[in-house]
């Protein structure tokens, strides 16, 4: 399996940043570049019937993955999708409400004992499938990126059964009962390796790990729940993909961000748009490829401020491996024109 994620790599300018190397026009992709603020995905979720439906039906998250490469023409694919499917596998319940987010079955630390060893298979094909469609649609400079959830983040919701301002619920039962705490982490990290090997199975070839509440932790945690997990699904991951290229964006982690890609062996470190970005360019970008960071609020804002966001991160990180992406997800308001002020932007 060690040649699965090799593809067309000489084409394709995402998977040449991912080896290290500098490109002079960095490729781009956005985190839920699929998503609301486009009308051809409000449509097609709308034919869905929901957004679980839209999720494990390939041929509709086939389409709208392929939506937003097809009027941006962005470097990258990313598999739509959610990070809670993990859970499902798991054999635990999530409902997306309108308007309210997910919706889980709150775990405390008996209930732990009830969450499968092993994910289900069945609910992962769909999945799967999706994965195996896009790859068939793309040409030979786009990527296709997979991804799973983090174990601490995907834990967050797993514990709480919803988001939550500071994922007091999570961090109350890991100080309380790290022990079961544990458990559940070491479950997800096992589901979350066998998730991502099936990705590249099917045609991924980057993943990227979504660690979104990684900044609620304080060091000694976050390198508890937040980089050991990481660095067993990378580890994990590459047993049976040795060339594996991962991406590991662990929002929030601030200082924290060195020892977490020291440690994890990530192949690329995604940075928030609150990362001082000298300090990427200085501690991290020697050690990998930096991904990030352009504040979401100022694509959102477009005009001058977009501009001086862009160039920035271009000043500060385009001497060094860089992909440029957002801090995190794209707004749903966000307009249309923006992206294309800022891809004319970046590509010039």
Not at 212 to 219: D, E, K, Q, Y
Not at 282 to 293: E, F, M
Not at 307 to 312: F, G, H, L, P, T
Request: contains cysteine; proline residues 7%.
């Amino acid at each position: 399996m060690d040649n699965i994620v090799t593809g067309h790599a000489l084409g394709k300018k995402l998977l040449r940043v991912l080896e290290g190397k500098r490109e002079t026009i960095p490729p781009v992709w956005l985190m839920r570049q699929a998503g609301r603020y486009l009308p051809e995905y409000r449509s097609t979720r709308e034919r869905a019937g929901g957004f679980l439906n839209l999720c494990f039906n390939p041929v509709l998250a086939a389409e709208v993955t392929l939506q937003p490469v097809r009027r941006f023409n962005f470097d990258a694919a990313i598999l739509f999708s959610d990070i809670l499917v993990v859970p499902l596998a798991l054999g635990r319940k999530v409902e997306f409400l309108v308007g309210e987010g997910p919706k889980l079955e709150p775990l405390d630390a008996a209930g732990i004992a009830a969450v499968r060893e092993t994910v289900d298979a069945n609910v992962l094909a769909p999945i799967y499938e999706t994965v195996r469609r896009v790859k068939s649609e793309l040409d030979d400079k786009t990527a296709l990126i997979g991804f799973c959830g983090a174990p601490w983040t995907v834990a967050t919701y797993m514990v709480a059964g919803e988001a939550t301002p500071d994922q007091a619920p999570a961090r109350l039962l890991a100080y309380r009962d790290p022990e079961a705490f544990e458990r559940l982490i070491d479950r997800i990290v096992q589901a979350s390796i066998k998730y991502l090997v099936g990705q590249f199975k099917a045609g991924a070839e980057v993943v990227q790990i979504f660690d979104t509440w990684a900044g609620v932790l304080g060091p000694e945690q976050f390198e508890r729940w937040c980089i050991a997990p990481t660095q067993k699904i990378v580890e994990g991951v590459r047993r049976q993909v040795p060339a594996a290229k991962i991406i590991g964006f662990p929002r929030g982690a601030g200082a924290m961000a060195l020892p977490y890609v020291e440690m994890t062996g990530v192949s690329a470190v995604g940075i928030d748009w609150t990362f001082e970005r000298s300090i990427a360019r200085d501690a991290l970008q020697p050690r990998v490829p930096v991904q990030g960071n352009i504040d979401p609020l100022a694509l959102l804002a477009g005009s001058a401020a977009l501009d001086r966001e862009v160039d920035d991160v271009m000043k500060e990180l385009g001497d060094g491996p860089l992909i440029i992406n957002l801090g995190h997800g794209i707004l749903p308001e966000t307009p249309i024109a923006n992206v294309e002020r800022m891809l004319k932007r970046v590509r010039g």
